[in-house]
């Protein structure tokens, strides 16, 4: 009787067993304006295969890329609602959510000095993880977008000429509207997506990017003249809602971290790569490369500290600038 009874116990809790709903997978919906076929979305794209195998499909990673869910804007309300649960962000973007991180983009920070800006992002790193944590995001980690150009469909010689022209600005950037206003250019703001056929009926004339972005995006076809002297060097961020984060198990979070950091890695090996040969590929294909004049270079770095004066306590905080300014200056 009582074999008969433990039988039938272990037959019922086998049947619960059976009945019960398999584990729900959590969907990562993530989109970038960034083109597809580039670095940043190739490893997207492995990393998603990896964070699958790896949490036995727990956790599934569905990419939009090349703007298809909207500008940056766009994405971060998706986000916000629910529609998304993160993406690929720019500088811009980042900054509207954590306006803090932008003291990584002042004008003219680190021009030609790479390791100084990855010291800056590696020691900031954290402190900025925090601050986005703060408002709802967790960062998987940070991206290079390296080096970024003025370029123009107009011989851009001097920062003279370049107040003759009519000059890309990022609608809602406050970094580069600062910049513009330092240099006294005359913005036309547009979205990212507005950039190309703005080029191709002379609403703009001059526009500015990395050069793997340039390539990507197209507008090395519109342009002749490449300024030879970075105005900045670009970040971005693998960033997810906190809310979407949360959702997956503690093992599985520490698999899509771990993932996220080595693929992040990856790409950015690849992108400072990949700019070099973009500078090179738009010299072959006939791009102008001109350099400023010594009183022009002299000018850009009254610029920055006009910059600097300007959005402190306004943009970011001065505890924020101060730990940049430690970083940079290794004091």
Do not use: C, H
């Not at 804007?73 to 306006?99: E, F």
């Not at 959702?247 to 070099?276: C, F, P």
Request: hydrophobic share 40%; charged share 25%; glycine share 8%.
């Amino acid at each position: 009787m009582q074999r008969t009874a433990v039988k039938l116990g272990l037959w019922v809790a086998l049947a619960g067993f059976a009945l019960a709903p398999p584990l729900q997978a959590e969907t990562l919906k993530l989109a970038t304006i960034i083109p597809d076929d580039s670095a940043w979305t190739n490893n997207l794209k492995k990393f998603a295969q990896e964070v699958k195998e790896k949490t036995a499909s727990r956790v599934e990673i569905k990419l939009y890329s090349g703007g298809v869910q909207g500008d940056e804007p766009d994405i971060l309300r998706k986000i916000r609602v629910g529609q998304l649960q993160g993406g690929i962000l720019t500088g811009s973007a980042m900054g509207s959510v954590y306006s803090d991180v932008r003291v990584l983009e002042l004008p003219f920070n680190f021009v030609d000095d790479r390791a100084l800006a990855l010291k800056a992002m590696k020691d900031l790193g954290p402190y900025f993880a925090e601050g986005f944590a703060s408002k709802g995001f967790k960062v998987l980690g940070l991206y290079e977008q390296g080096k970024v150009y003025i370029i123009s469909k107009k011989t851009v010689a001097s920062f003279e000429e370049i107040r003759k022209t009519k000059f890309w600005s990022w609608t809602g950037d406050e970094i580069v509207s600062a910049m513009l206003k330092g240099l006294q250019f005359t913005p036309i703001n547009l979205g990212l997506t507005d950039v190309l056929p703005s080029l191709s009926t002379g609403l703009v004339d001059t526009v500015f990017g990395p050069p793997l972005g340039i390539l990507a995006l197209q507008w090395n076809t519109k342009v002749e003249y490449l300024l030879n002297y970075p105005v900045t060097y670009g970040f971005g961020a693998l960033m997810l809602s906190s809310k979407a984060f949360d959702k997956i198990s503690k093992e599985d979070q520490k698999i899509v971290e771990d993932l996220g950091q080595r693929y992040i890695q990856l790409t950015n090996d690849e992108v400072v790569k990949g700019n070099d040969e973009a500078l090179q590929t738009m010299k072959k294909m006939g791009m102008k490369f001109i350099d400023l004049p010594k009183t022009d270079l002299e000018q850009a770095k009254k610029v920055r500290l006009a910059v600097i004066a300007e959005l402190t306590g306004k943009v970011f905080s001065k505890k924020t600038f101060d730990l940049f300014e430690k970083s940079v200056s290794g004091k």
